[in-house]
């Protein structure tokens, strides 16, 4: 079981229709539609991604199994660009 | 030396030399600048050989260099313009060394004016961005836009009509005051295209002094600003548009006001963020509008904007 923390050279900015993330080691602003910004967020407040996917599959009302693959995608873009860390679950 | 003193871009200065448009009153409680005229020799001395590096660059078509911006880590900022010389900015903001070349000081200082200050602004603590501003009924109306797109020519349009008092040229300097966002006054002086020069006619005595002219491109004025810090009471974004006419921009993209800022390359993590915030609160605390040019004059734009303005009004007493 995994569980992803927001880096700690990282920070979010919610906007009207968008998350703002901002890199501080990479200078970077990156910018999140209002899901992924919300599955960031709670990926980021949970406890294990397996505790994230139930909550954001109740936010969404949709089954798990449809979450399961955007979170997915979405924590490998997130690692990817150094804004998640994976954490001991 | 007889010193200078007064305040511009929320910043007290302190001059070694006579600063054209510089409001000579004084707010001991505004974070502090000194500027100094220093010559080659001395610049060398203040900036080691070593240790710095290059954070921005602009050469022309044959490969020289038409500016550079410099930073080293412990002494701070060297800005360089072809024809306008070099400053350095400390680390903090709070002094410019200026070594400008022999040139009328209304000319080298535009170097210090257009970029050098209002960097030092942000080196103090305040968010800067690219827009030039007018004062209507007490508040803040802000015009950005990319560079060239007018914005000054509206500004000043703004201020001829006699409705609007002008702020700033190019250059919005912001602290947040709580929810409100306050605006400080740049420094009394504009620039305008000749074309536009030509467009204003007589109405161009009303400007002010004519400090000079850079070759074939701008006249430069003296020109009277609002005094003290006023809140912000919203923001237009020029674009180009098929017709002119305004329209709010709802939802607010983030990019649209993190893109306006003025200093992108000298920024530490802690500016950033104050960057970010800065950008956040505006988003919540700030209408923004797109105002579409079409190709109408900057005078007949002036218009459209009183306008809106008085629409908005009536809609809010209401």
């Known amino acids: 079981m995994c569980r992803y923390d927001i880096a700690p050279d990282v920070v979010l900015r919610q906007f009207a229709h968008e998350t703002v993330v901002l890199n501080f080691r990479t200078r970077q602003f990156h910018g999140l539609n209002p899901t992924a910004g919300r599955m960031m967020e709670v990926l980021g407040r949970e406890a294990t991604s397996a505790a994230a996917l139930e909550v954001l599959a109740r936010d969404f009302k949709r089954p798990v199994a449809d979450i399961e693959p955007l979170l997915s995608a979405l924590i490998e873009d997130l690692l990817e660009r150094d804004l998640i860390v994976r954490a001991q679950a | ?86 400053v350095i900015i400390e680390r903090d903001g709070a002094a410019i060394h200026c070594c400008p070349p022999p040139v009328a000081s209304w000319r080298w200082q535009r170097l210090l004016v257009g970029r ?95 400090l000079g002219r850079s070759g074939r491109q701008k006249s430069h004025y003296a020109i009277r600003r609002e005094t003290g810090p006023l809140p912000l009471g919203l923001m237009y974004f020029l674009s180009a548009g098929a017709a002119a006419g305004i329209e709010p921009v709802d939802p607010i993209p983030p990019d649209l006001l993190l893109g306006s800022s003025f200093v992108h390359a000298m920024r530490s993590p802690a500016s950033l963020l104050r960057l970010l915030d800065t950008c956040h609160a505006l988003s919540r605390s700030t209408p923004v509008f797109w105002l579409h040019r079409g190709g109408t004059a900057p005078d007949e734009l002036a218009q459209i904007i009183l306008e809106h303005l008085s629409t908005l009004a009536v809609e809010r007493s209401r």
């Open chain 2, 1 to 86: 030396m007889k010193e200078t003193t007064g305040h511009a871009f929320g910043l007290r200065l302190t001059s070694e030399f006579p600063l054209a448009g510089l409001d000579c009153s004084v707010s001991e409680t505004l974070p502090s600048c000194r500027l100094t005229l220093v010559d080659e020799h001395e610049l060398g001395r203040l900036w080691p050989s070593t240790g710095g590096r290059r954070i921005e660059e602009e050469r022309d078509a044959r490969g020289a260099v038409d500016r550079f911006v410099d930073e080293h880590p412990d002494v701070g900022y060297r800005l360089f313009a072809r024809y306008f010389g070099e």
């Open chain 2, 116 to 210: 050098a200050i209002p960097m030092a602004a942000m080196l103090r603590g305040y968010e800067v961005l690219h827009a030039s501003a007018v004062a209507v009924r007490g508040k803040v109306i802000a015009i950005s836009g990319p560079s060239g797109c007018g914005k000054t020519s509206l500004a000043l349009q703004l201020h001829l009509s006699g409705a609007a008092s002008f702020v700033s040229d190019d250059v919005l300097v912001l602290e947040r005051g709580g929810a409100a966002m306050l605006v400080h006054p740049g420094i009394g002086v504009t620039n305008v295209r000749l074309a536009e020069e030509a467009r204003m006619g007589p109405h161009t005595e009303e400007l002010g002094a004519v």
